[in-house]
């Protein structure tokens, strides 16, 4: 009797296997599946995406440094600020500064309910 065969036995008598193993290649009626399906293994996979060690065109900078696009695939590093200092936008194709003009206390309200 095959491991198939055998496993059917088992699975409708609900007894339990021998060995506890069967091959998927020796079960009828199953799929046809890619290598990576049964393996587990990243290596066979098809298709694999293409997958960088750094970003794209984001070299270079130093400590606190922000990267900010200056144009398409065009990247700068703005320098660290100073302590206080917030980032500003100046607008769309413009690029970020540090200031601490235009920056005003935000009010906060709370209310209850008794």
Known sequence: ?????TLATTVSTGSVL?????????????PTLATVA???SYTDLTD????????????GGSAGTIPY???????AMLAAGTAGQALLSQGTGLAPVWGSGGI???KVYFFASF
């Open 69 to 75: 696009q200056t144009a398409a695939d065009t990247t």
């Open 1 to 5: 009797m095959s491991k198939a065969q």
């Open 38 to 40: 049964t393996s587990g």
């Open 104 to 106: 005003s206390t935000a």
């Open 48 to 59: 694999k995406p293409t997958i960088t060690d750094t970003a794209t065109n984001i070299a």
């Open 18 to 30: 021998a060995d506890g193993t069967v091959a998927y290649a020796e079960v009828s009626g199953t």
